[in-house]
């Protein structure tokens, strides 16, 4: 009798516990689409003072819509006007191959159709990606999952006509330190997850590598062999033992 009451007692709360945990990811969801948008006005700062005009910076957020792949680009085109624009365009498309890794392991979060896959392209990016797999239950990553990507792509671009608006009046956005911000935006999703050794050495040996390729390579490239050392580090399993990996299969799964 006492272990049937324990498990009514488990069933009858079980509707209770997945709204709670639809309500956590709608919450993290909705903070990290309204700090993340926030940096959209020092994209739009920066496009301006490189030489784009406001459509010009407007047009590309909503149609790129991949912050890292923005950012190099119009750096590129800054540093090199428009005879660096084959650069710019293979620095934002090597930035942007990421979101194809996103979208595979984001596959079973966001359903079979072809109709639904294709809705959710574009807004399958490392945030979206981090909100929905931080969440325990099916539900709650699909919620996460929307309301982050819809949530800042609104006001990204929303921003993104803020700060070129501005762009002029702000002057230099590293006065600000907006030039700092995505990277900020990066870390804070990175931190909660550097909990294991195998986690914290893959995050400095990833960073130790990109800082060193930075000065030899075109942007894009050094990003890209970082992620091929965590690949690397992952897929063999350094630094980390059976019973951490079992462990994080399961808070994943």
């Known amino acids: 009798m006492i ?3 324990s498990e009514e007692r ?23 689409a309204l700090a993340t948008s926030a940096y959209g ?8 003072a490189s030489g784009f005009d406001v459509w010009q910076t407007c047009v590309l957020s909503l149609l790129m819509f991949t ?10 085109i800054g540093a090199g006007g428009l005879a660096a624009a084959p650069a710019a365009i293979a620095s934002a498309l090597l930035l ?12 079973p979060v966001i359903g079979r159709g072809t109709a ?10 490392d945030e979206s990606t981090a909100v929905s797999l931080a969440q325990r239950s099916p539900r709650a990553r699909t919620v996460g999952f929307w309301i982050t990507g819809v949530g800042i792509y609104v006001g990204w671009n929303l921003a993104t006509l803020l700060g070129a608006l501005l762009g002029d009046v702000l002057g230099d956005p590293k006065t600000y330190g907006l030039d700092a911000a995505a990277a900020a935006a990066f870390l804070a999703l990175l931190w909660p997850r550097l909990r294991t050794r195998q986690a914290i ?4 040996a990833a960073a130790a590598v990109a800082t060193a390729l930075t000065p030899v390579l ?36």
């Open 201 to 204: 050495a893959v995050g400095i």
């Open 10 to 32: 488990t069933i009858d709360r079980g509707p209770e516990d997945a709204a709670a945990e639809v309500r956590v990811a709608r919450r993290e969801a909705i903070g990290v």
């Open 218 to 253: 075109i942007p894009g490239l050094p990003v890209l062999v970082a992620a091929f050392v965590a690949i690397v580090v992952g897929w063999f399993n350094w630094f980390g033992s059976k019973a951490a990996v079992r462990a994080a299969a399961e808070e994943t799964s």
């Open 41 to 48: 006005i020092s994209f739009g700062a920066l496009a301006v």
């Open 96 to 107: 942007g191959v990421r979101n194809v890794a996103y979208g595979m392991r984001m596959s």
């Open 67 to 76: 912050g890292g792949s923005q950012f190099a680009f119009v750096g590129v």
């Open 116 to 125: 639904r896959r294709a809705l959710a392209a574009p807004f399958t990016i």
């Open 3 to 5: 272990v049937m009451r």
